[in-house]
């Protein structure tokens, strides 16, 4: 008979430590999963999910080789287990003296940091991971953005542009992986309340979408959940916008 530890299901996270991320390791954990998070900075001592400090990896995704080194620690922290979802969330958005960091004034070392993290990190990860995610019959989840596909007030053009190729490669990866019985799909959060959301930017976004308010970190985190269940067992390559209907 199998113990709980060998039916648990498991998930990797990116970008874990606040927001979005934060609301789906809670998510997770709160329906039973295993949670094995990433993320630059070490394990913060306040978070309260259970083995929180002990599956968390420090890897920097801007550094190839960190990412490299961190594929194989996650291979021995899964022994030999199958990995039923890995979550892209992690991503950066320089902005330069708070303003926007538009086409004209980016620096290109800044737009090869950004792909690095936004772009390069997600396919090196799910790679690393393929043939765990195919013995878990898993699936990938890729966090893009509102920005992806329209001017953005704040984003800048490096992110709005890494985040538009995040999105045309989730569809690639849903045709590459589907064979593997791994499937692919993609979020696109708009306007969602959190820490680093200024009271000034949420009051130039609500008037702009139609339910007239932010999205919530936890109806998001739902969201990447119902992607990863069951009941979206026959969904591969799409792209879930969550925006109040911001996108229309």
């Given at each position: ?5 060998d ?6 996270l990116?970008g ?11 998510r ?18 306040n ?9 968390h ?5 801007s550094?190839?080789?960190?990412i490299?080194?961190?594929i194989?620690?996650?291979?021995q ?13 992690a ?12 086409s ?13 993290v ?10 690393g991971l ?9 699936t ?9 596909s329209?001017?953005?007030?704040f ?7 890494s985040?538009?190729a995040l999105?045309?490669?989730t569809r ?26 200024s ?27 119902f ?5 979206a ?7 879930l916008h969550?925006?109040g209907?911001?996108?229309?």
């Open positions: 008979m199998a113990n709980a530890a039916t648990q299901k498991i998930l990797v990116t874990a430590s606040r927001g979005i991320g934060h609301a789906t390791v809670k997770f954990s709160e329906e039973g999963w295993r949670v094995i998070t990433c993320s630059r900075q070490p394990f913060p001592k978070c309260p999910w259970p083995a929180g400090e002990e599956d990896l420090q890897i920097d995704l550094d190839p080789t960190s490299e080194t961190g194989g620690e996650l291979r922290r899964l022994d030999g287990k199958p990995l039923h979802a890995l979550v892209n969330n991503g950066i958005s320089p902005k330069r003296d708070g303003g926007r960091m538009d004209t004034a980016t620096p290109i070392n800044i737009w090869h940091e950004v792909f690095q936004n772009f390069f990190a997600p396919i090196m990860l799910a790679r393929a043939d765990a995610l195919k013995d878990g019959q898993g990938i989840v890729n966090v893009t953005s509102i920005a992806g329209r001017v953005h007030n984003a800048g053009t490096a992110y709005a542009t985040k538009a999105s045309a490669l690639e990866m849903a045709n590459d992986f589907g064979s593997m019985g791994v499937r692919v799909n993609a979020i696109a959060p708009g306007e969602i309340k959190t820490d680093i959301l009271p000034s930017a949420e009051a130039v976004a609500v008037p702009d979408i139609p339910m007239g308010r932010l999205g919530t970190t936890e109806e998001v985190a739902d969201s990447i959940y992607l990863c269940s069951d009941e067992g026959y969904v591969n390559g799409a792209e969550i925006n209907g911001q996108h229309v």
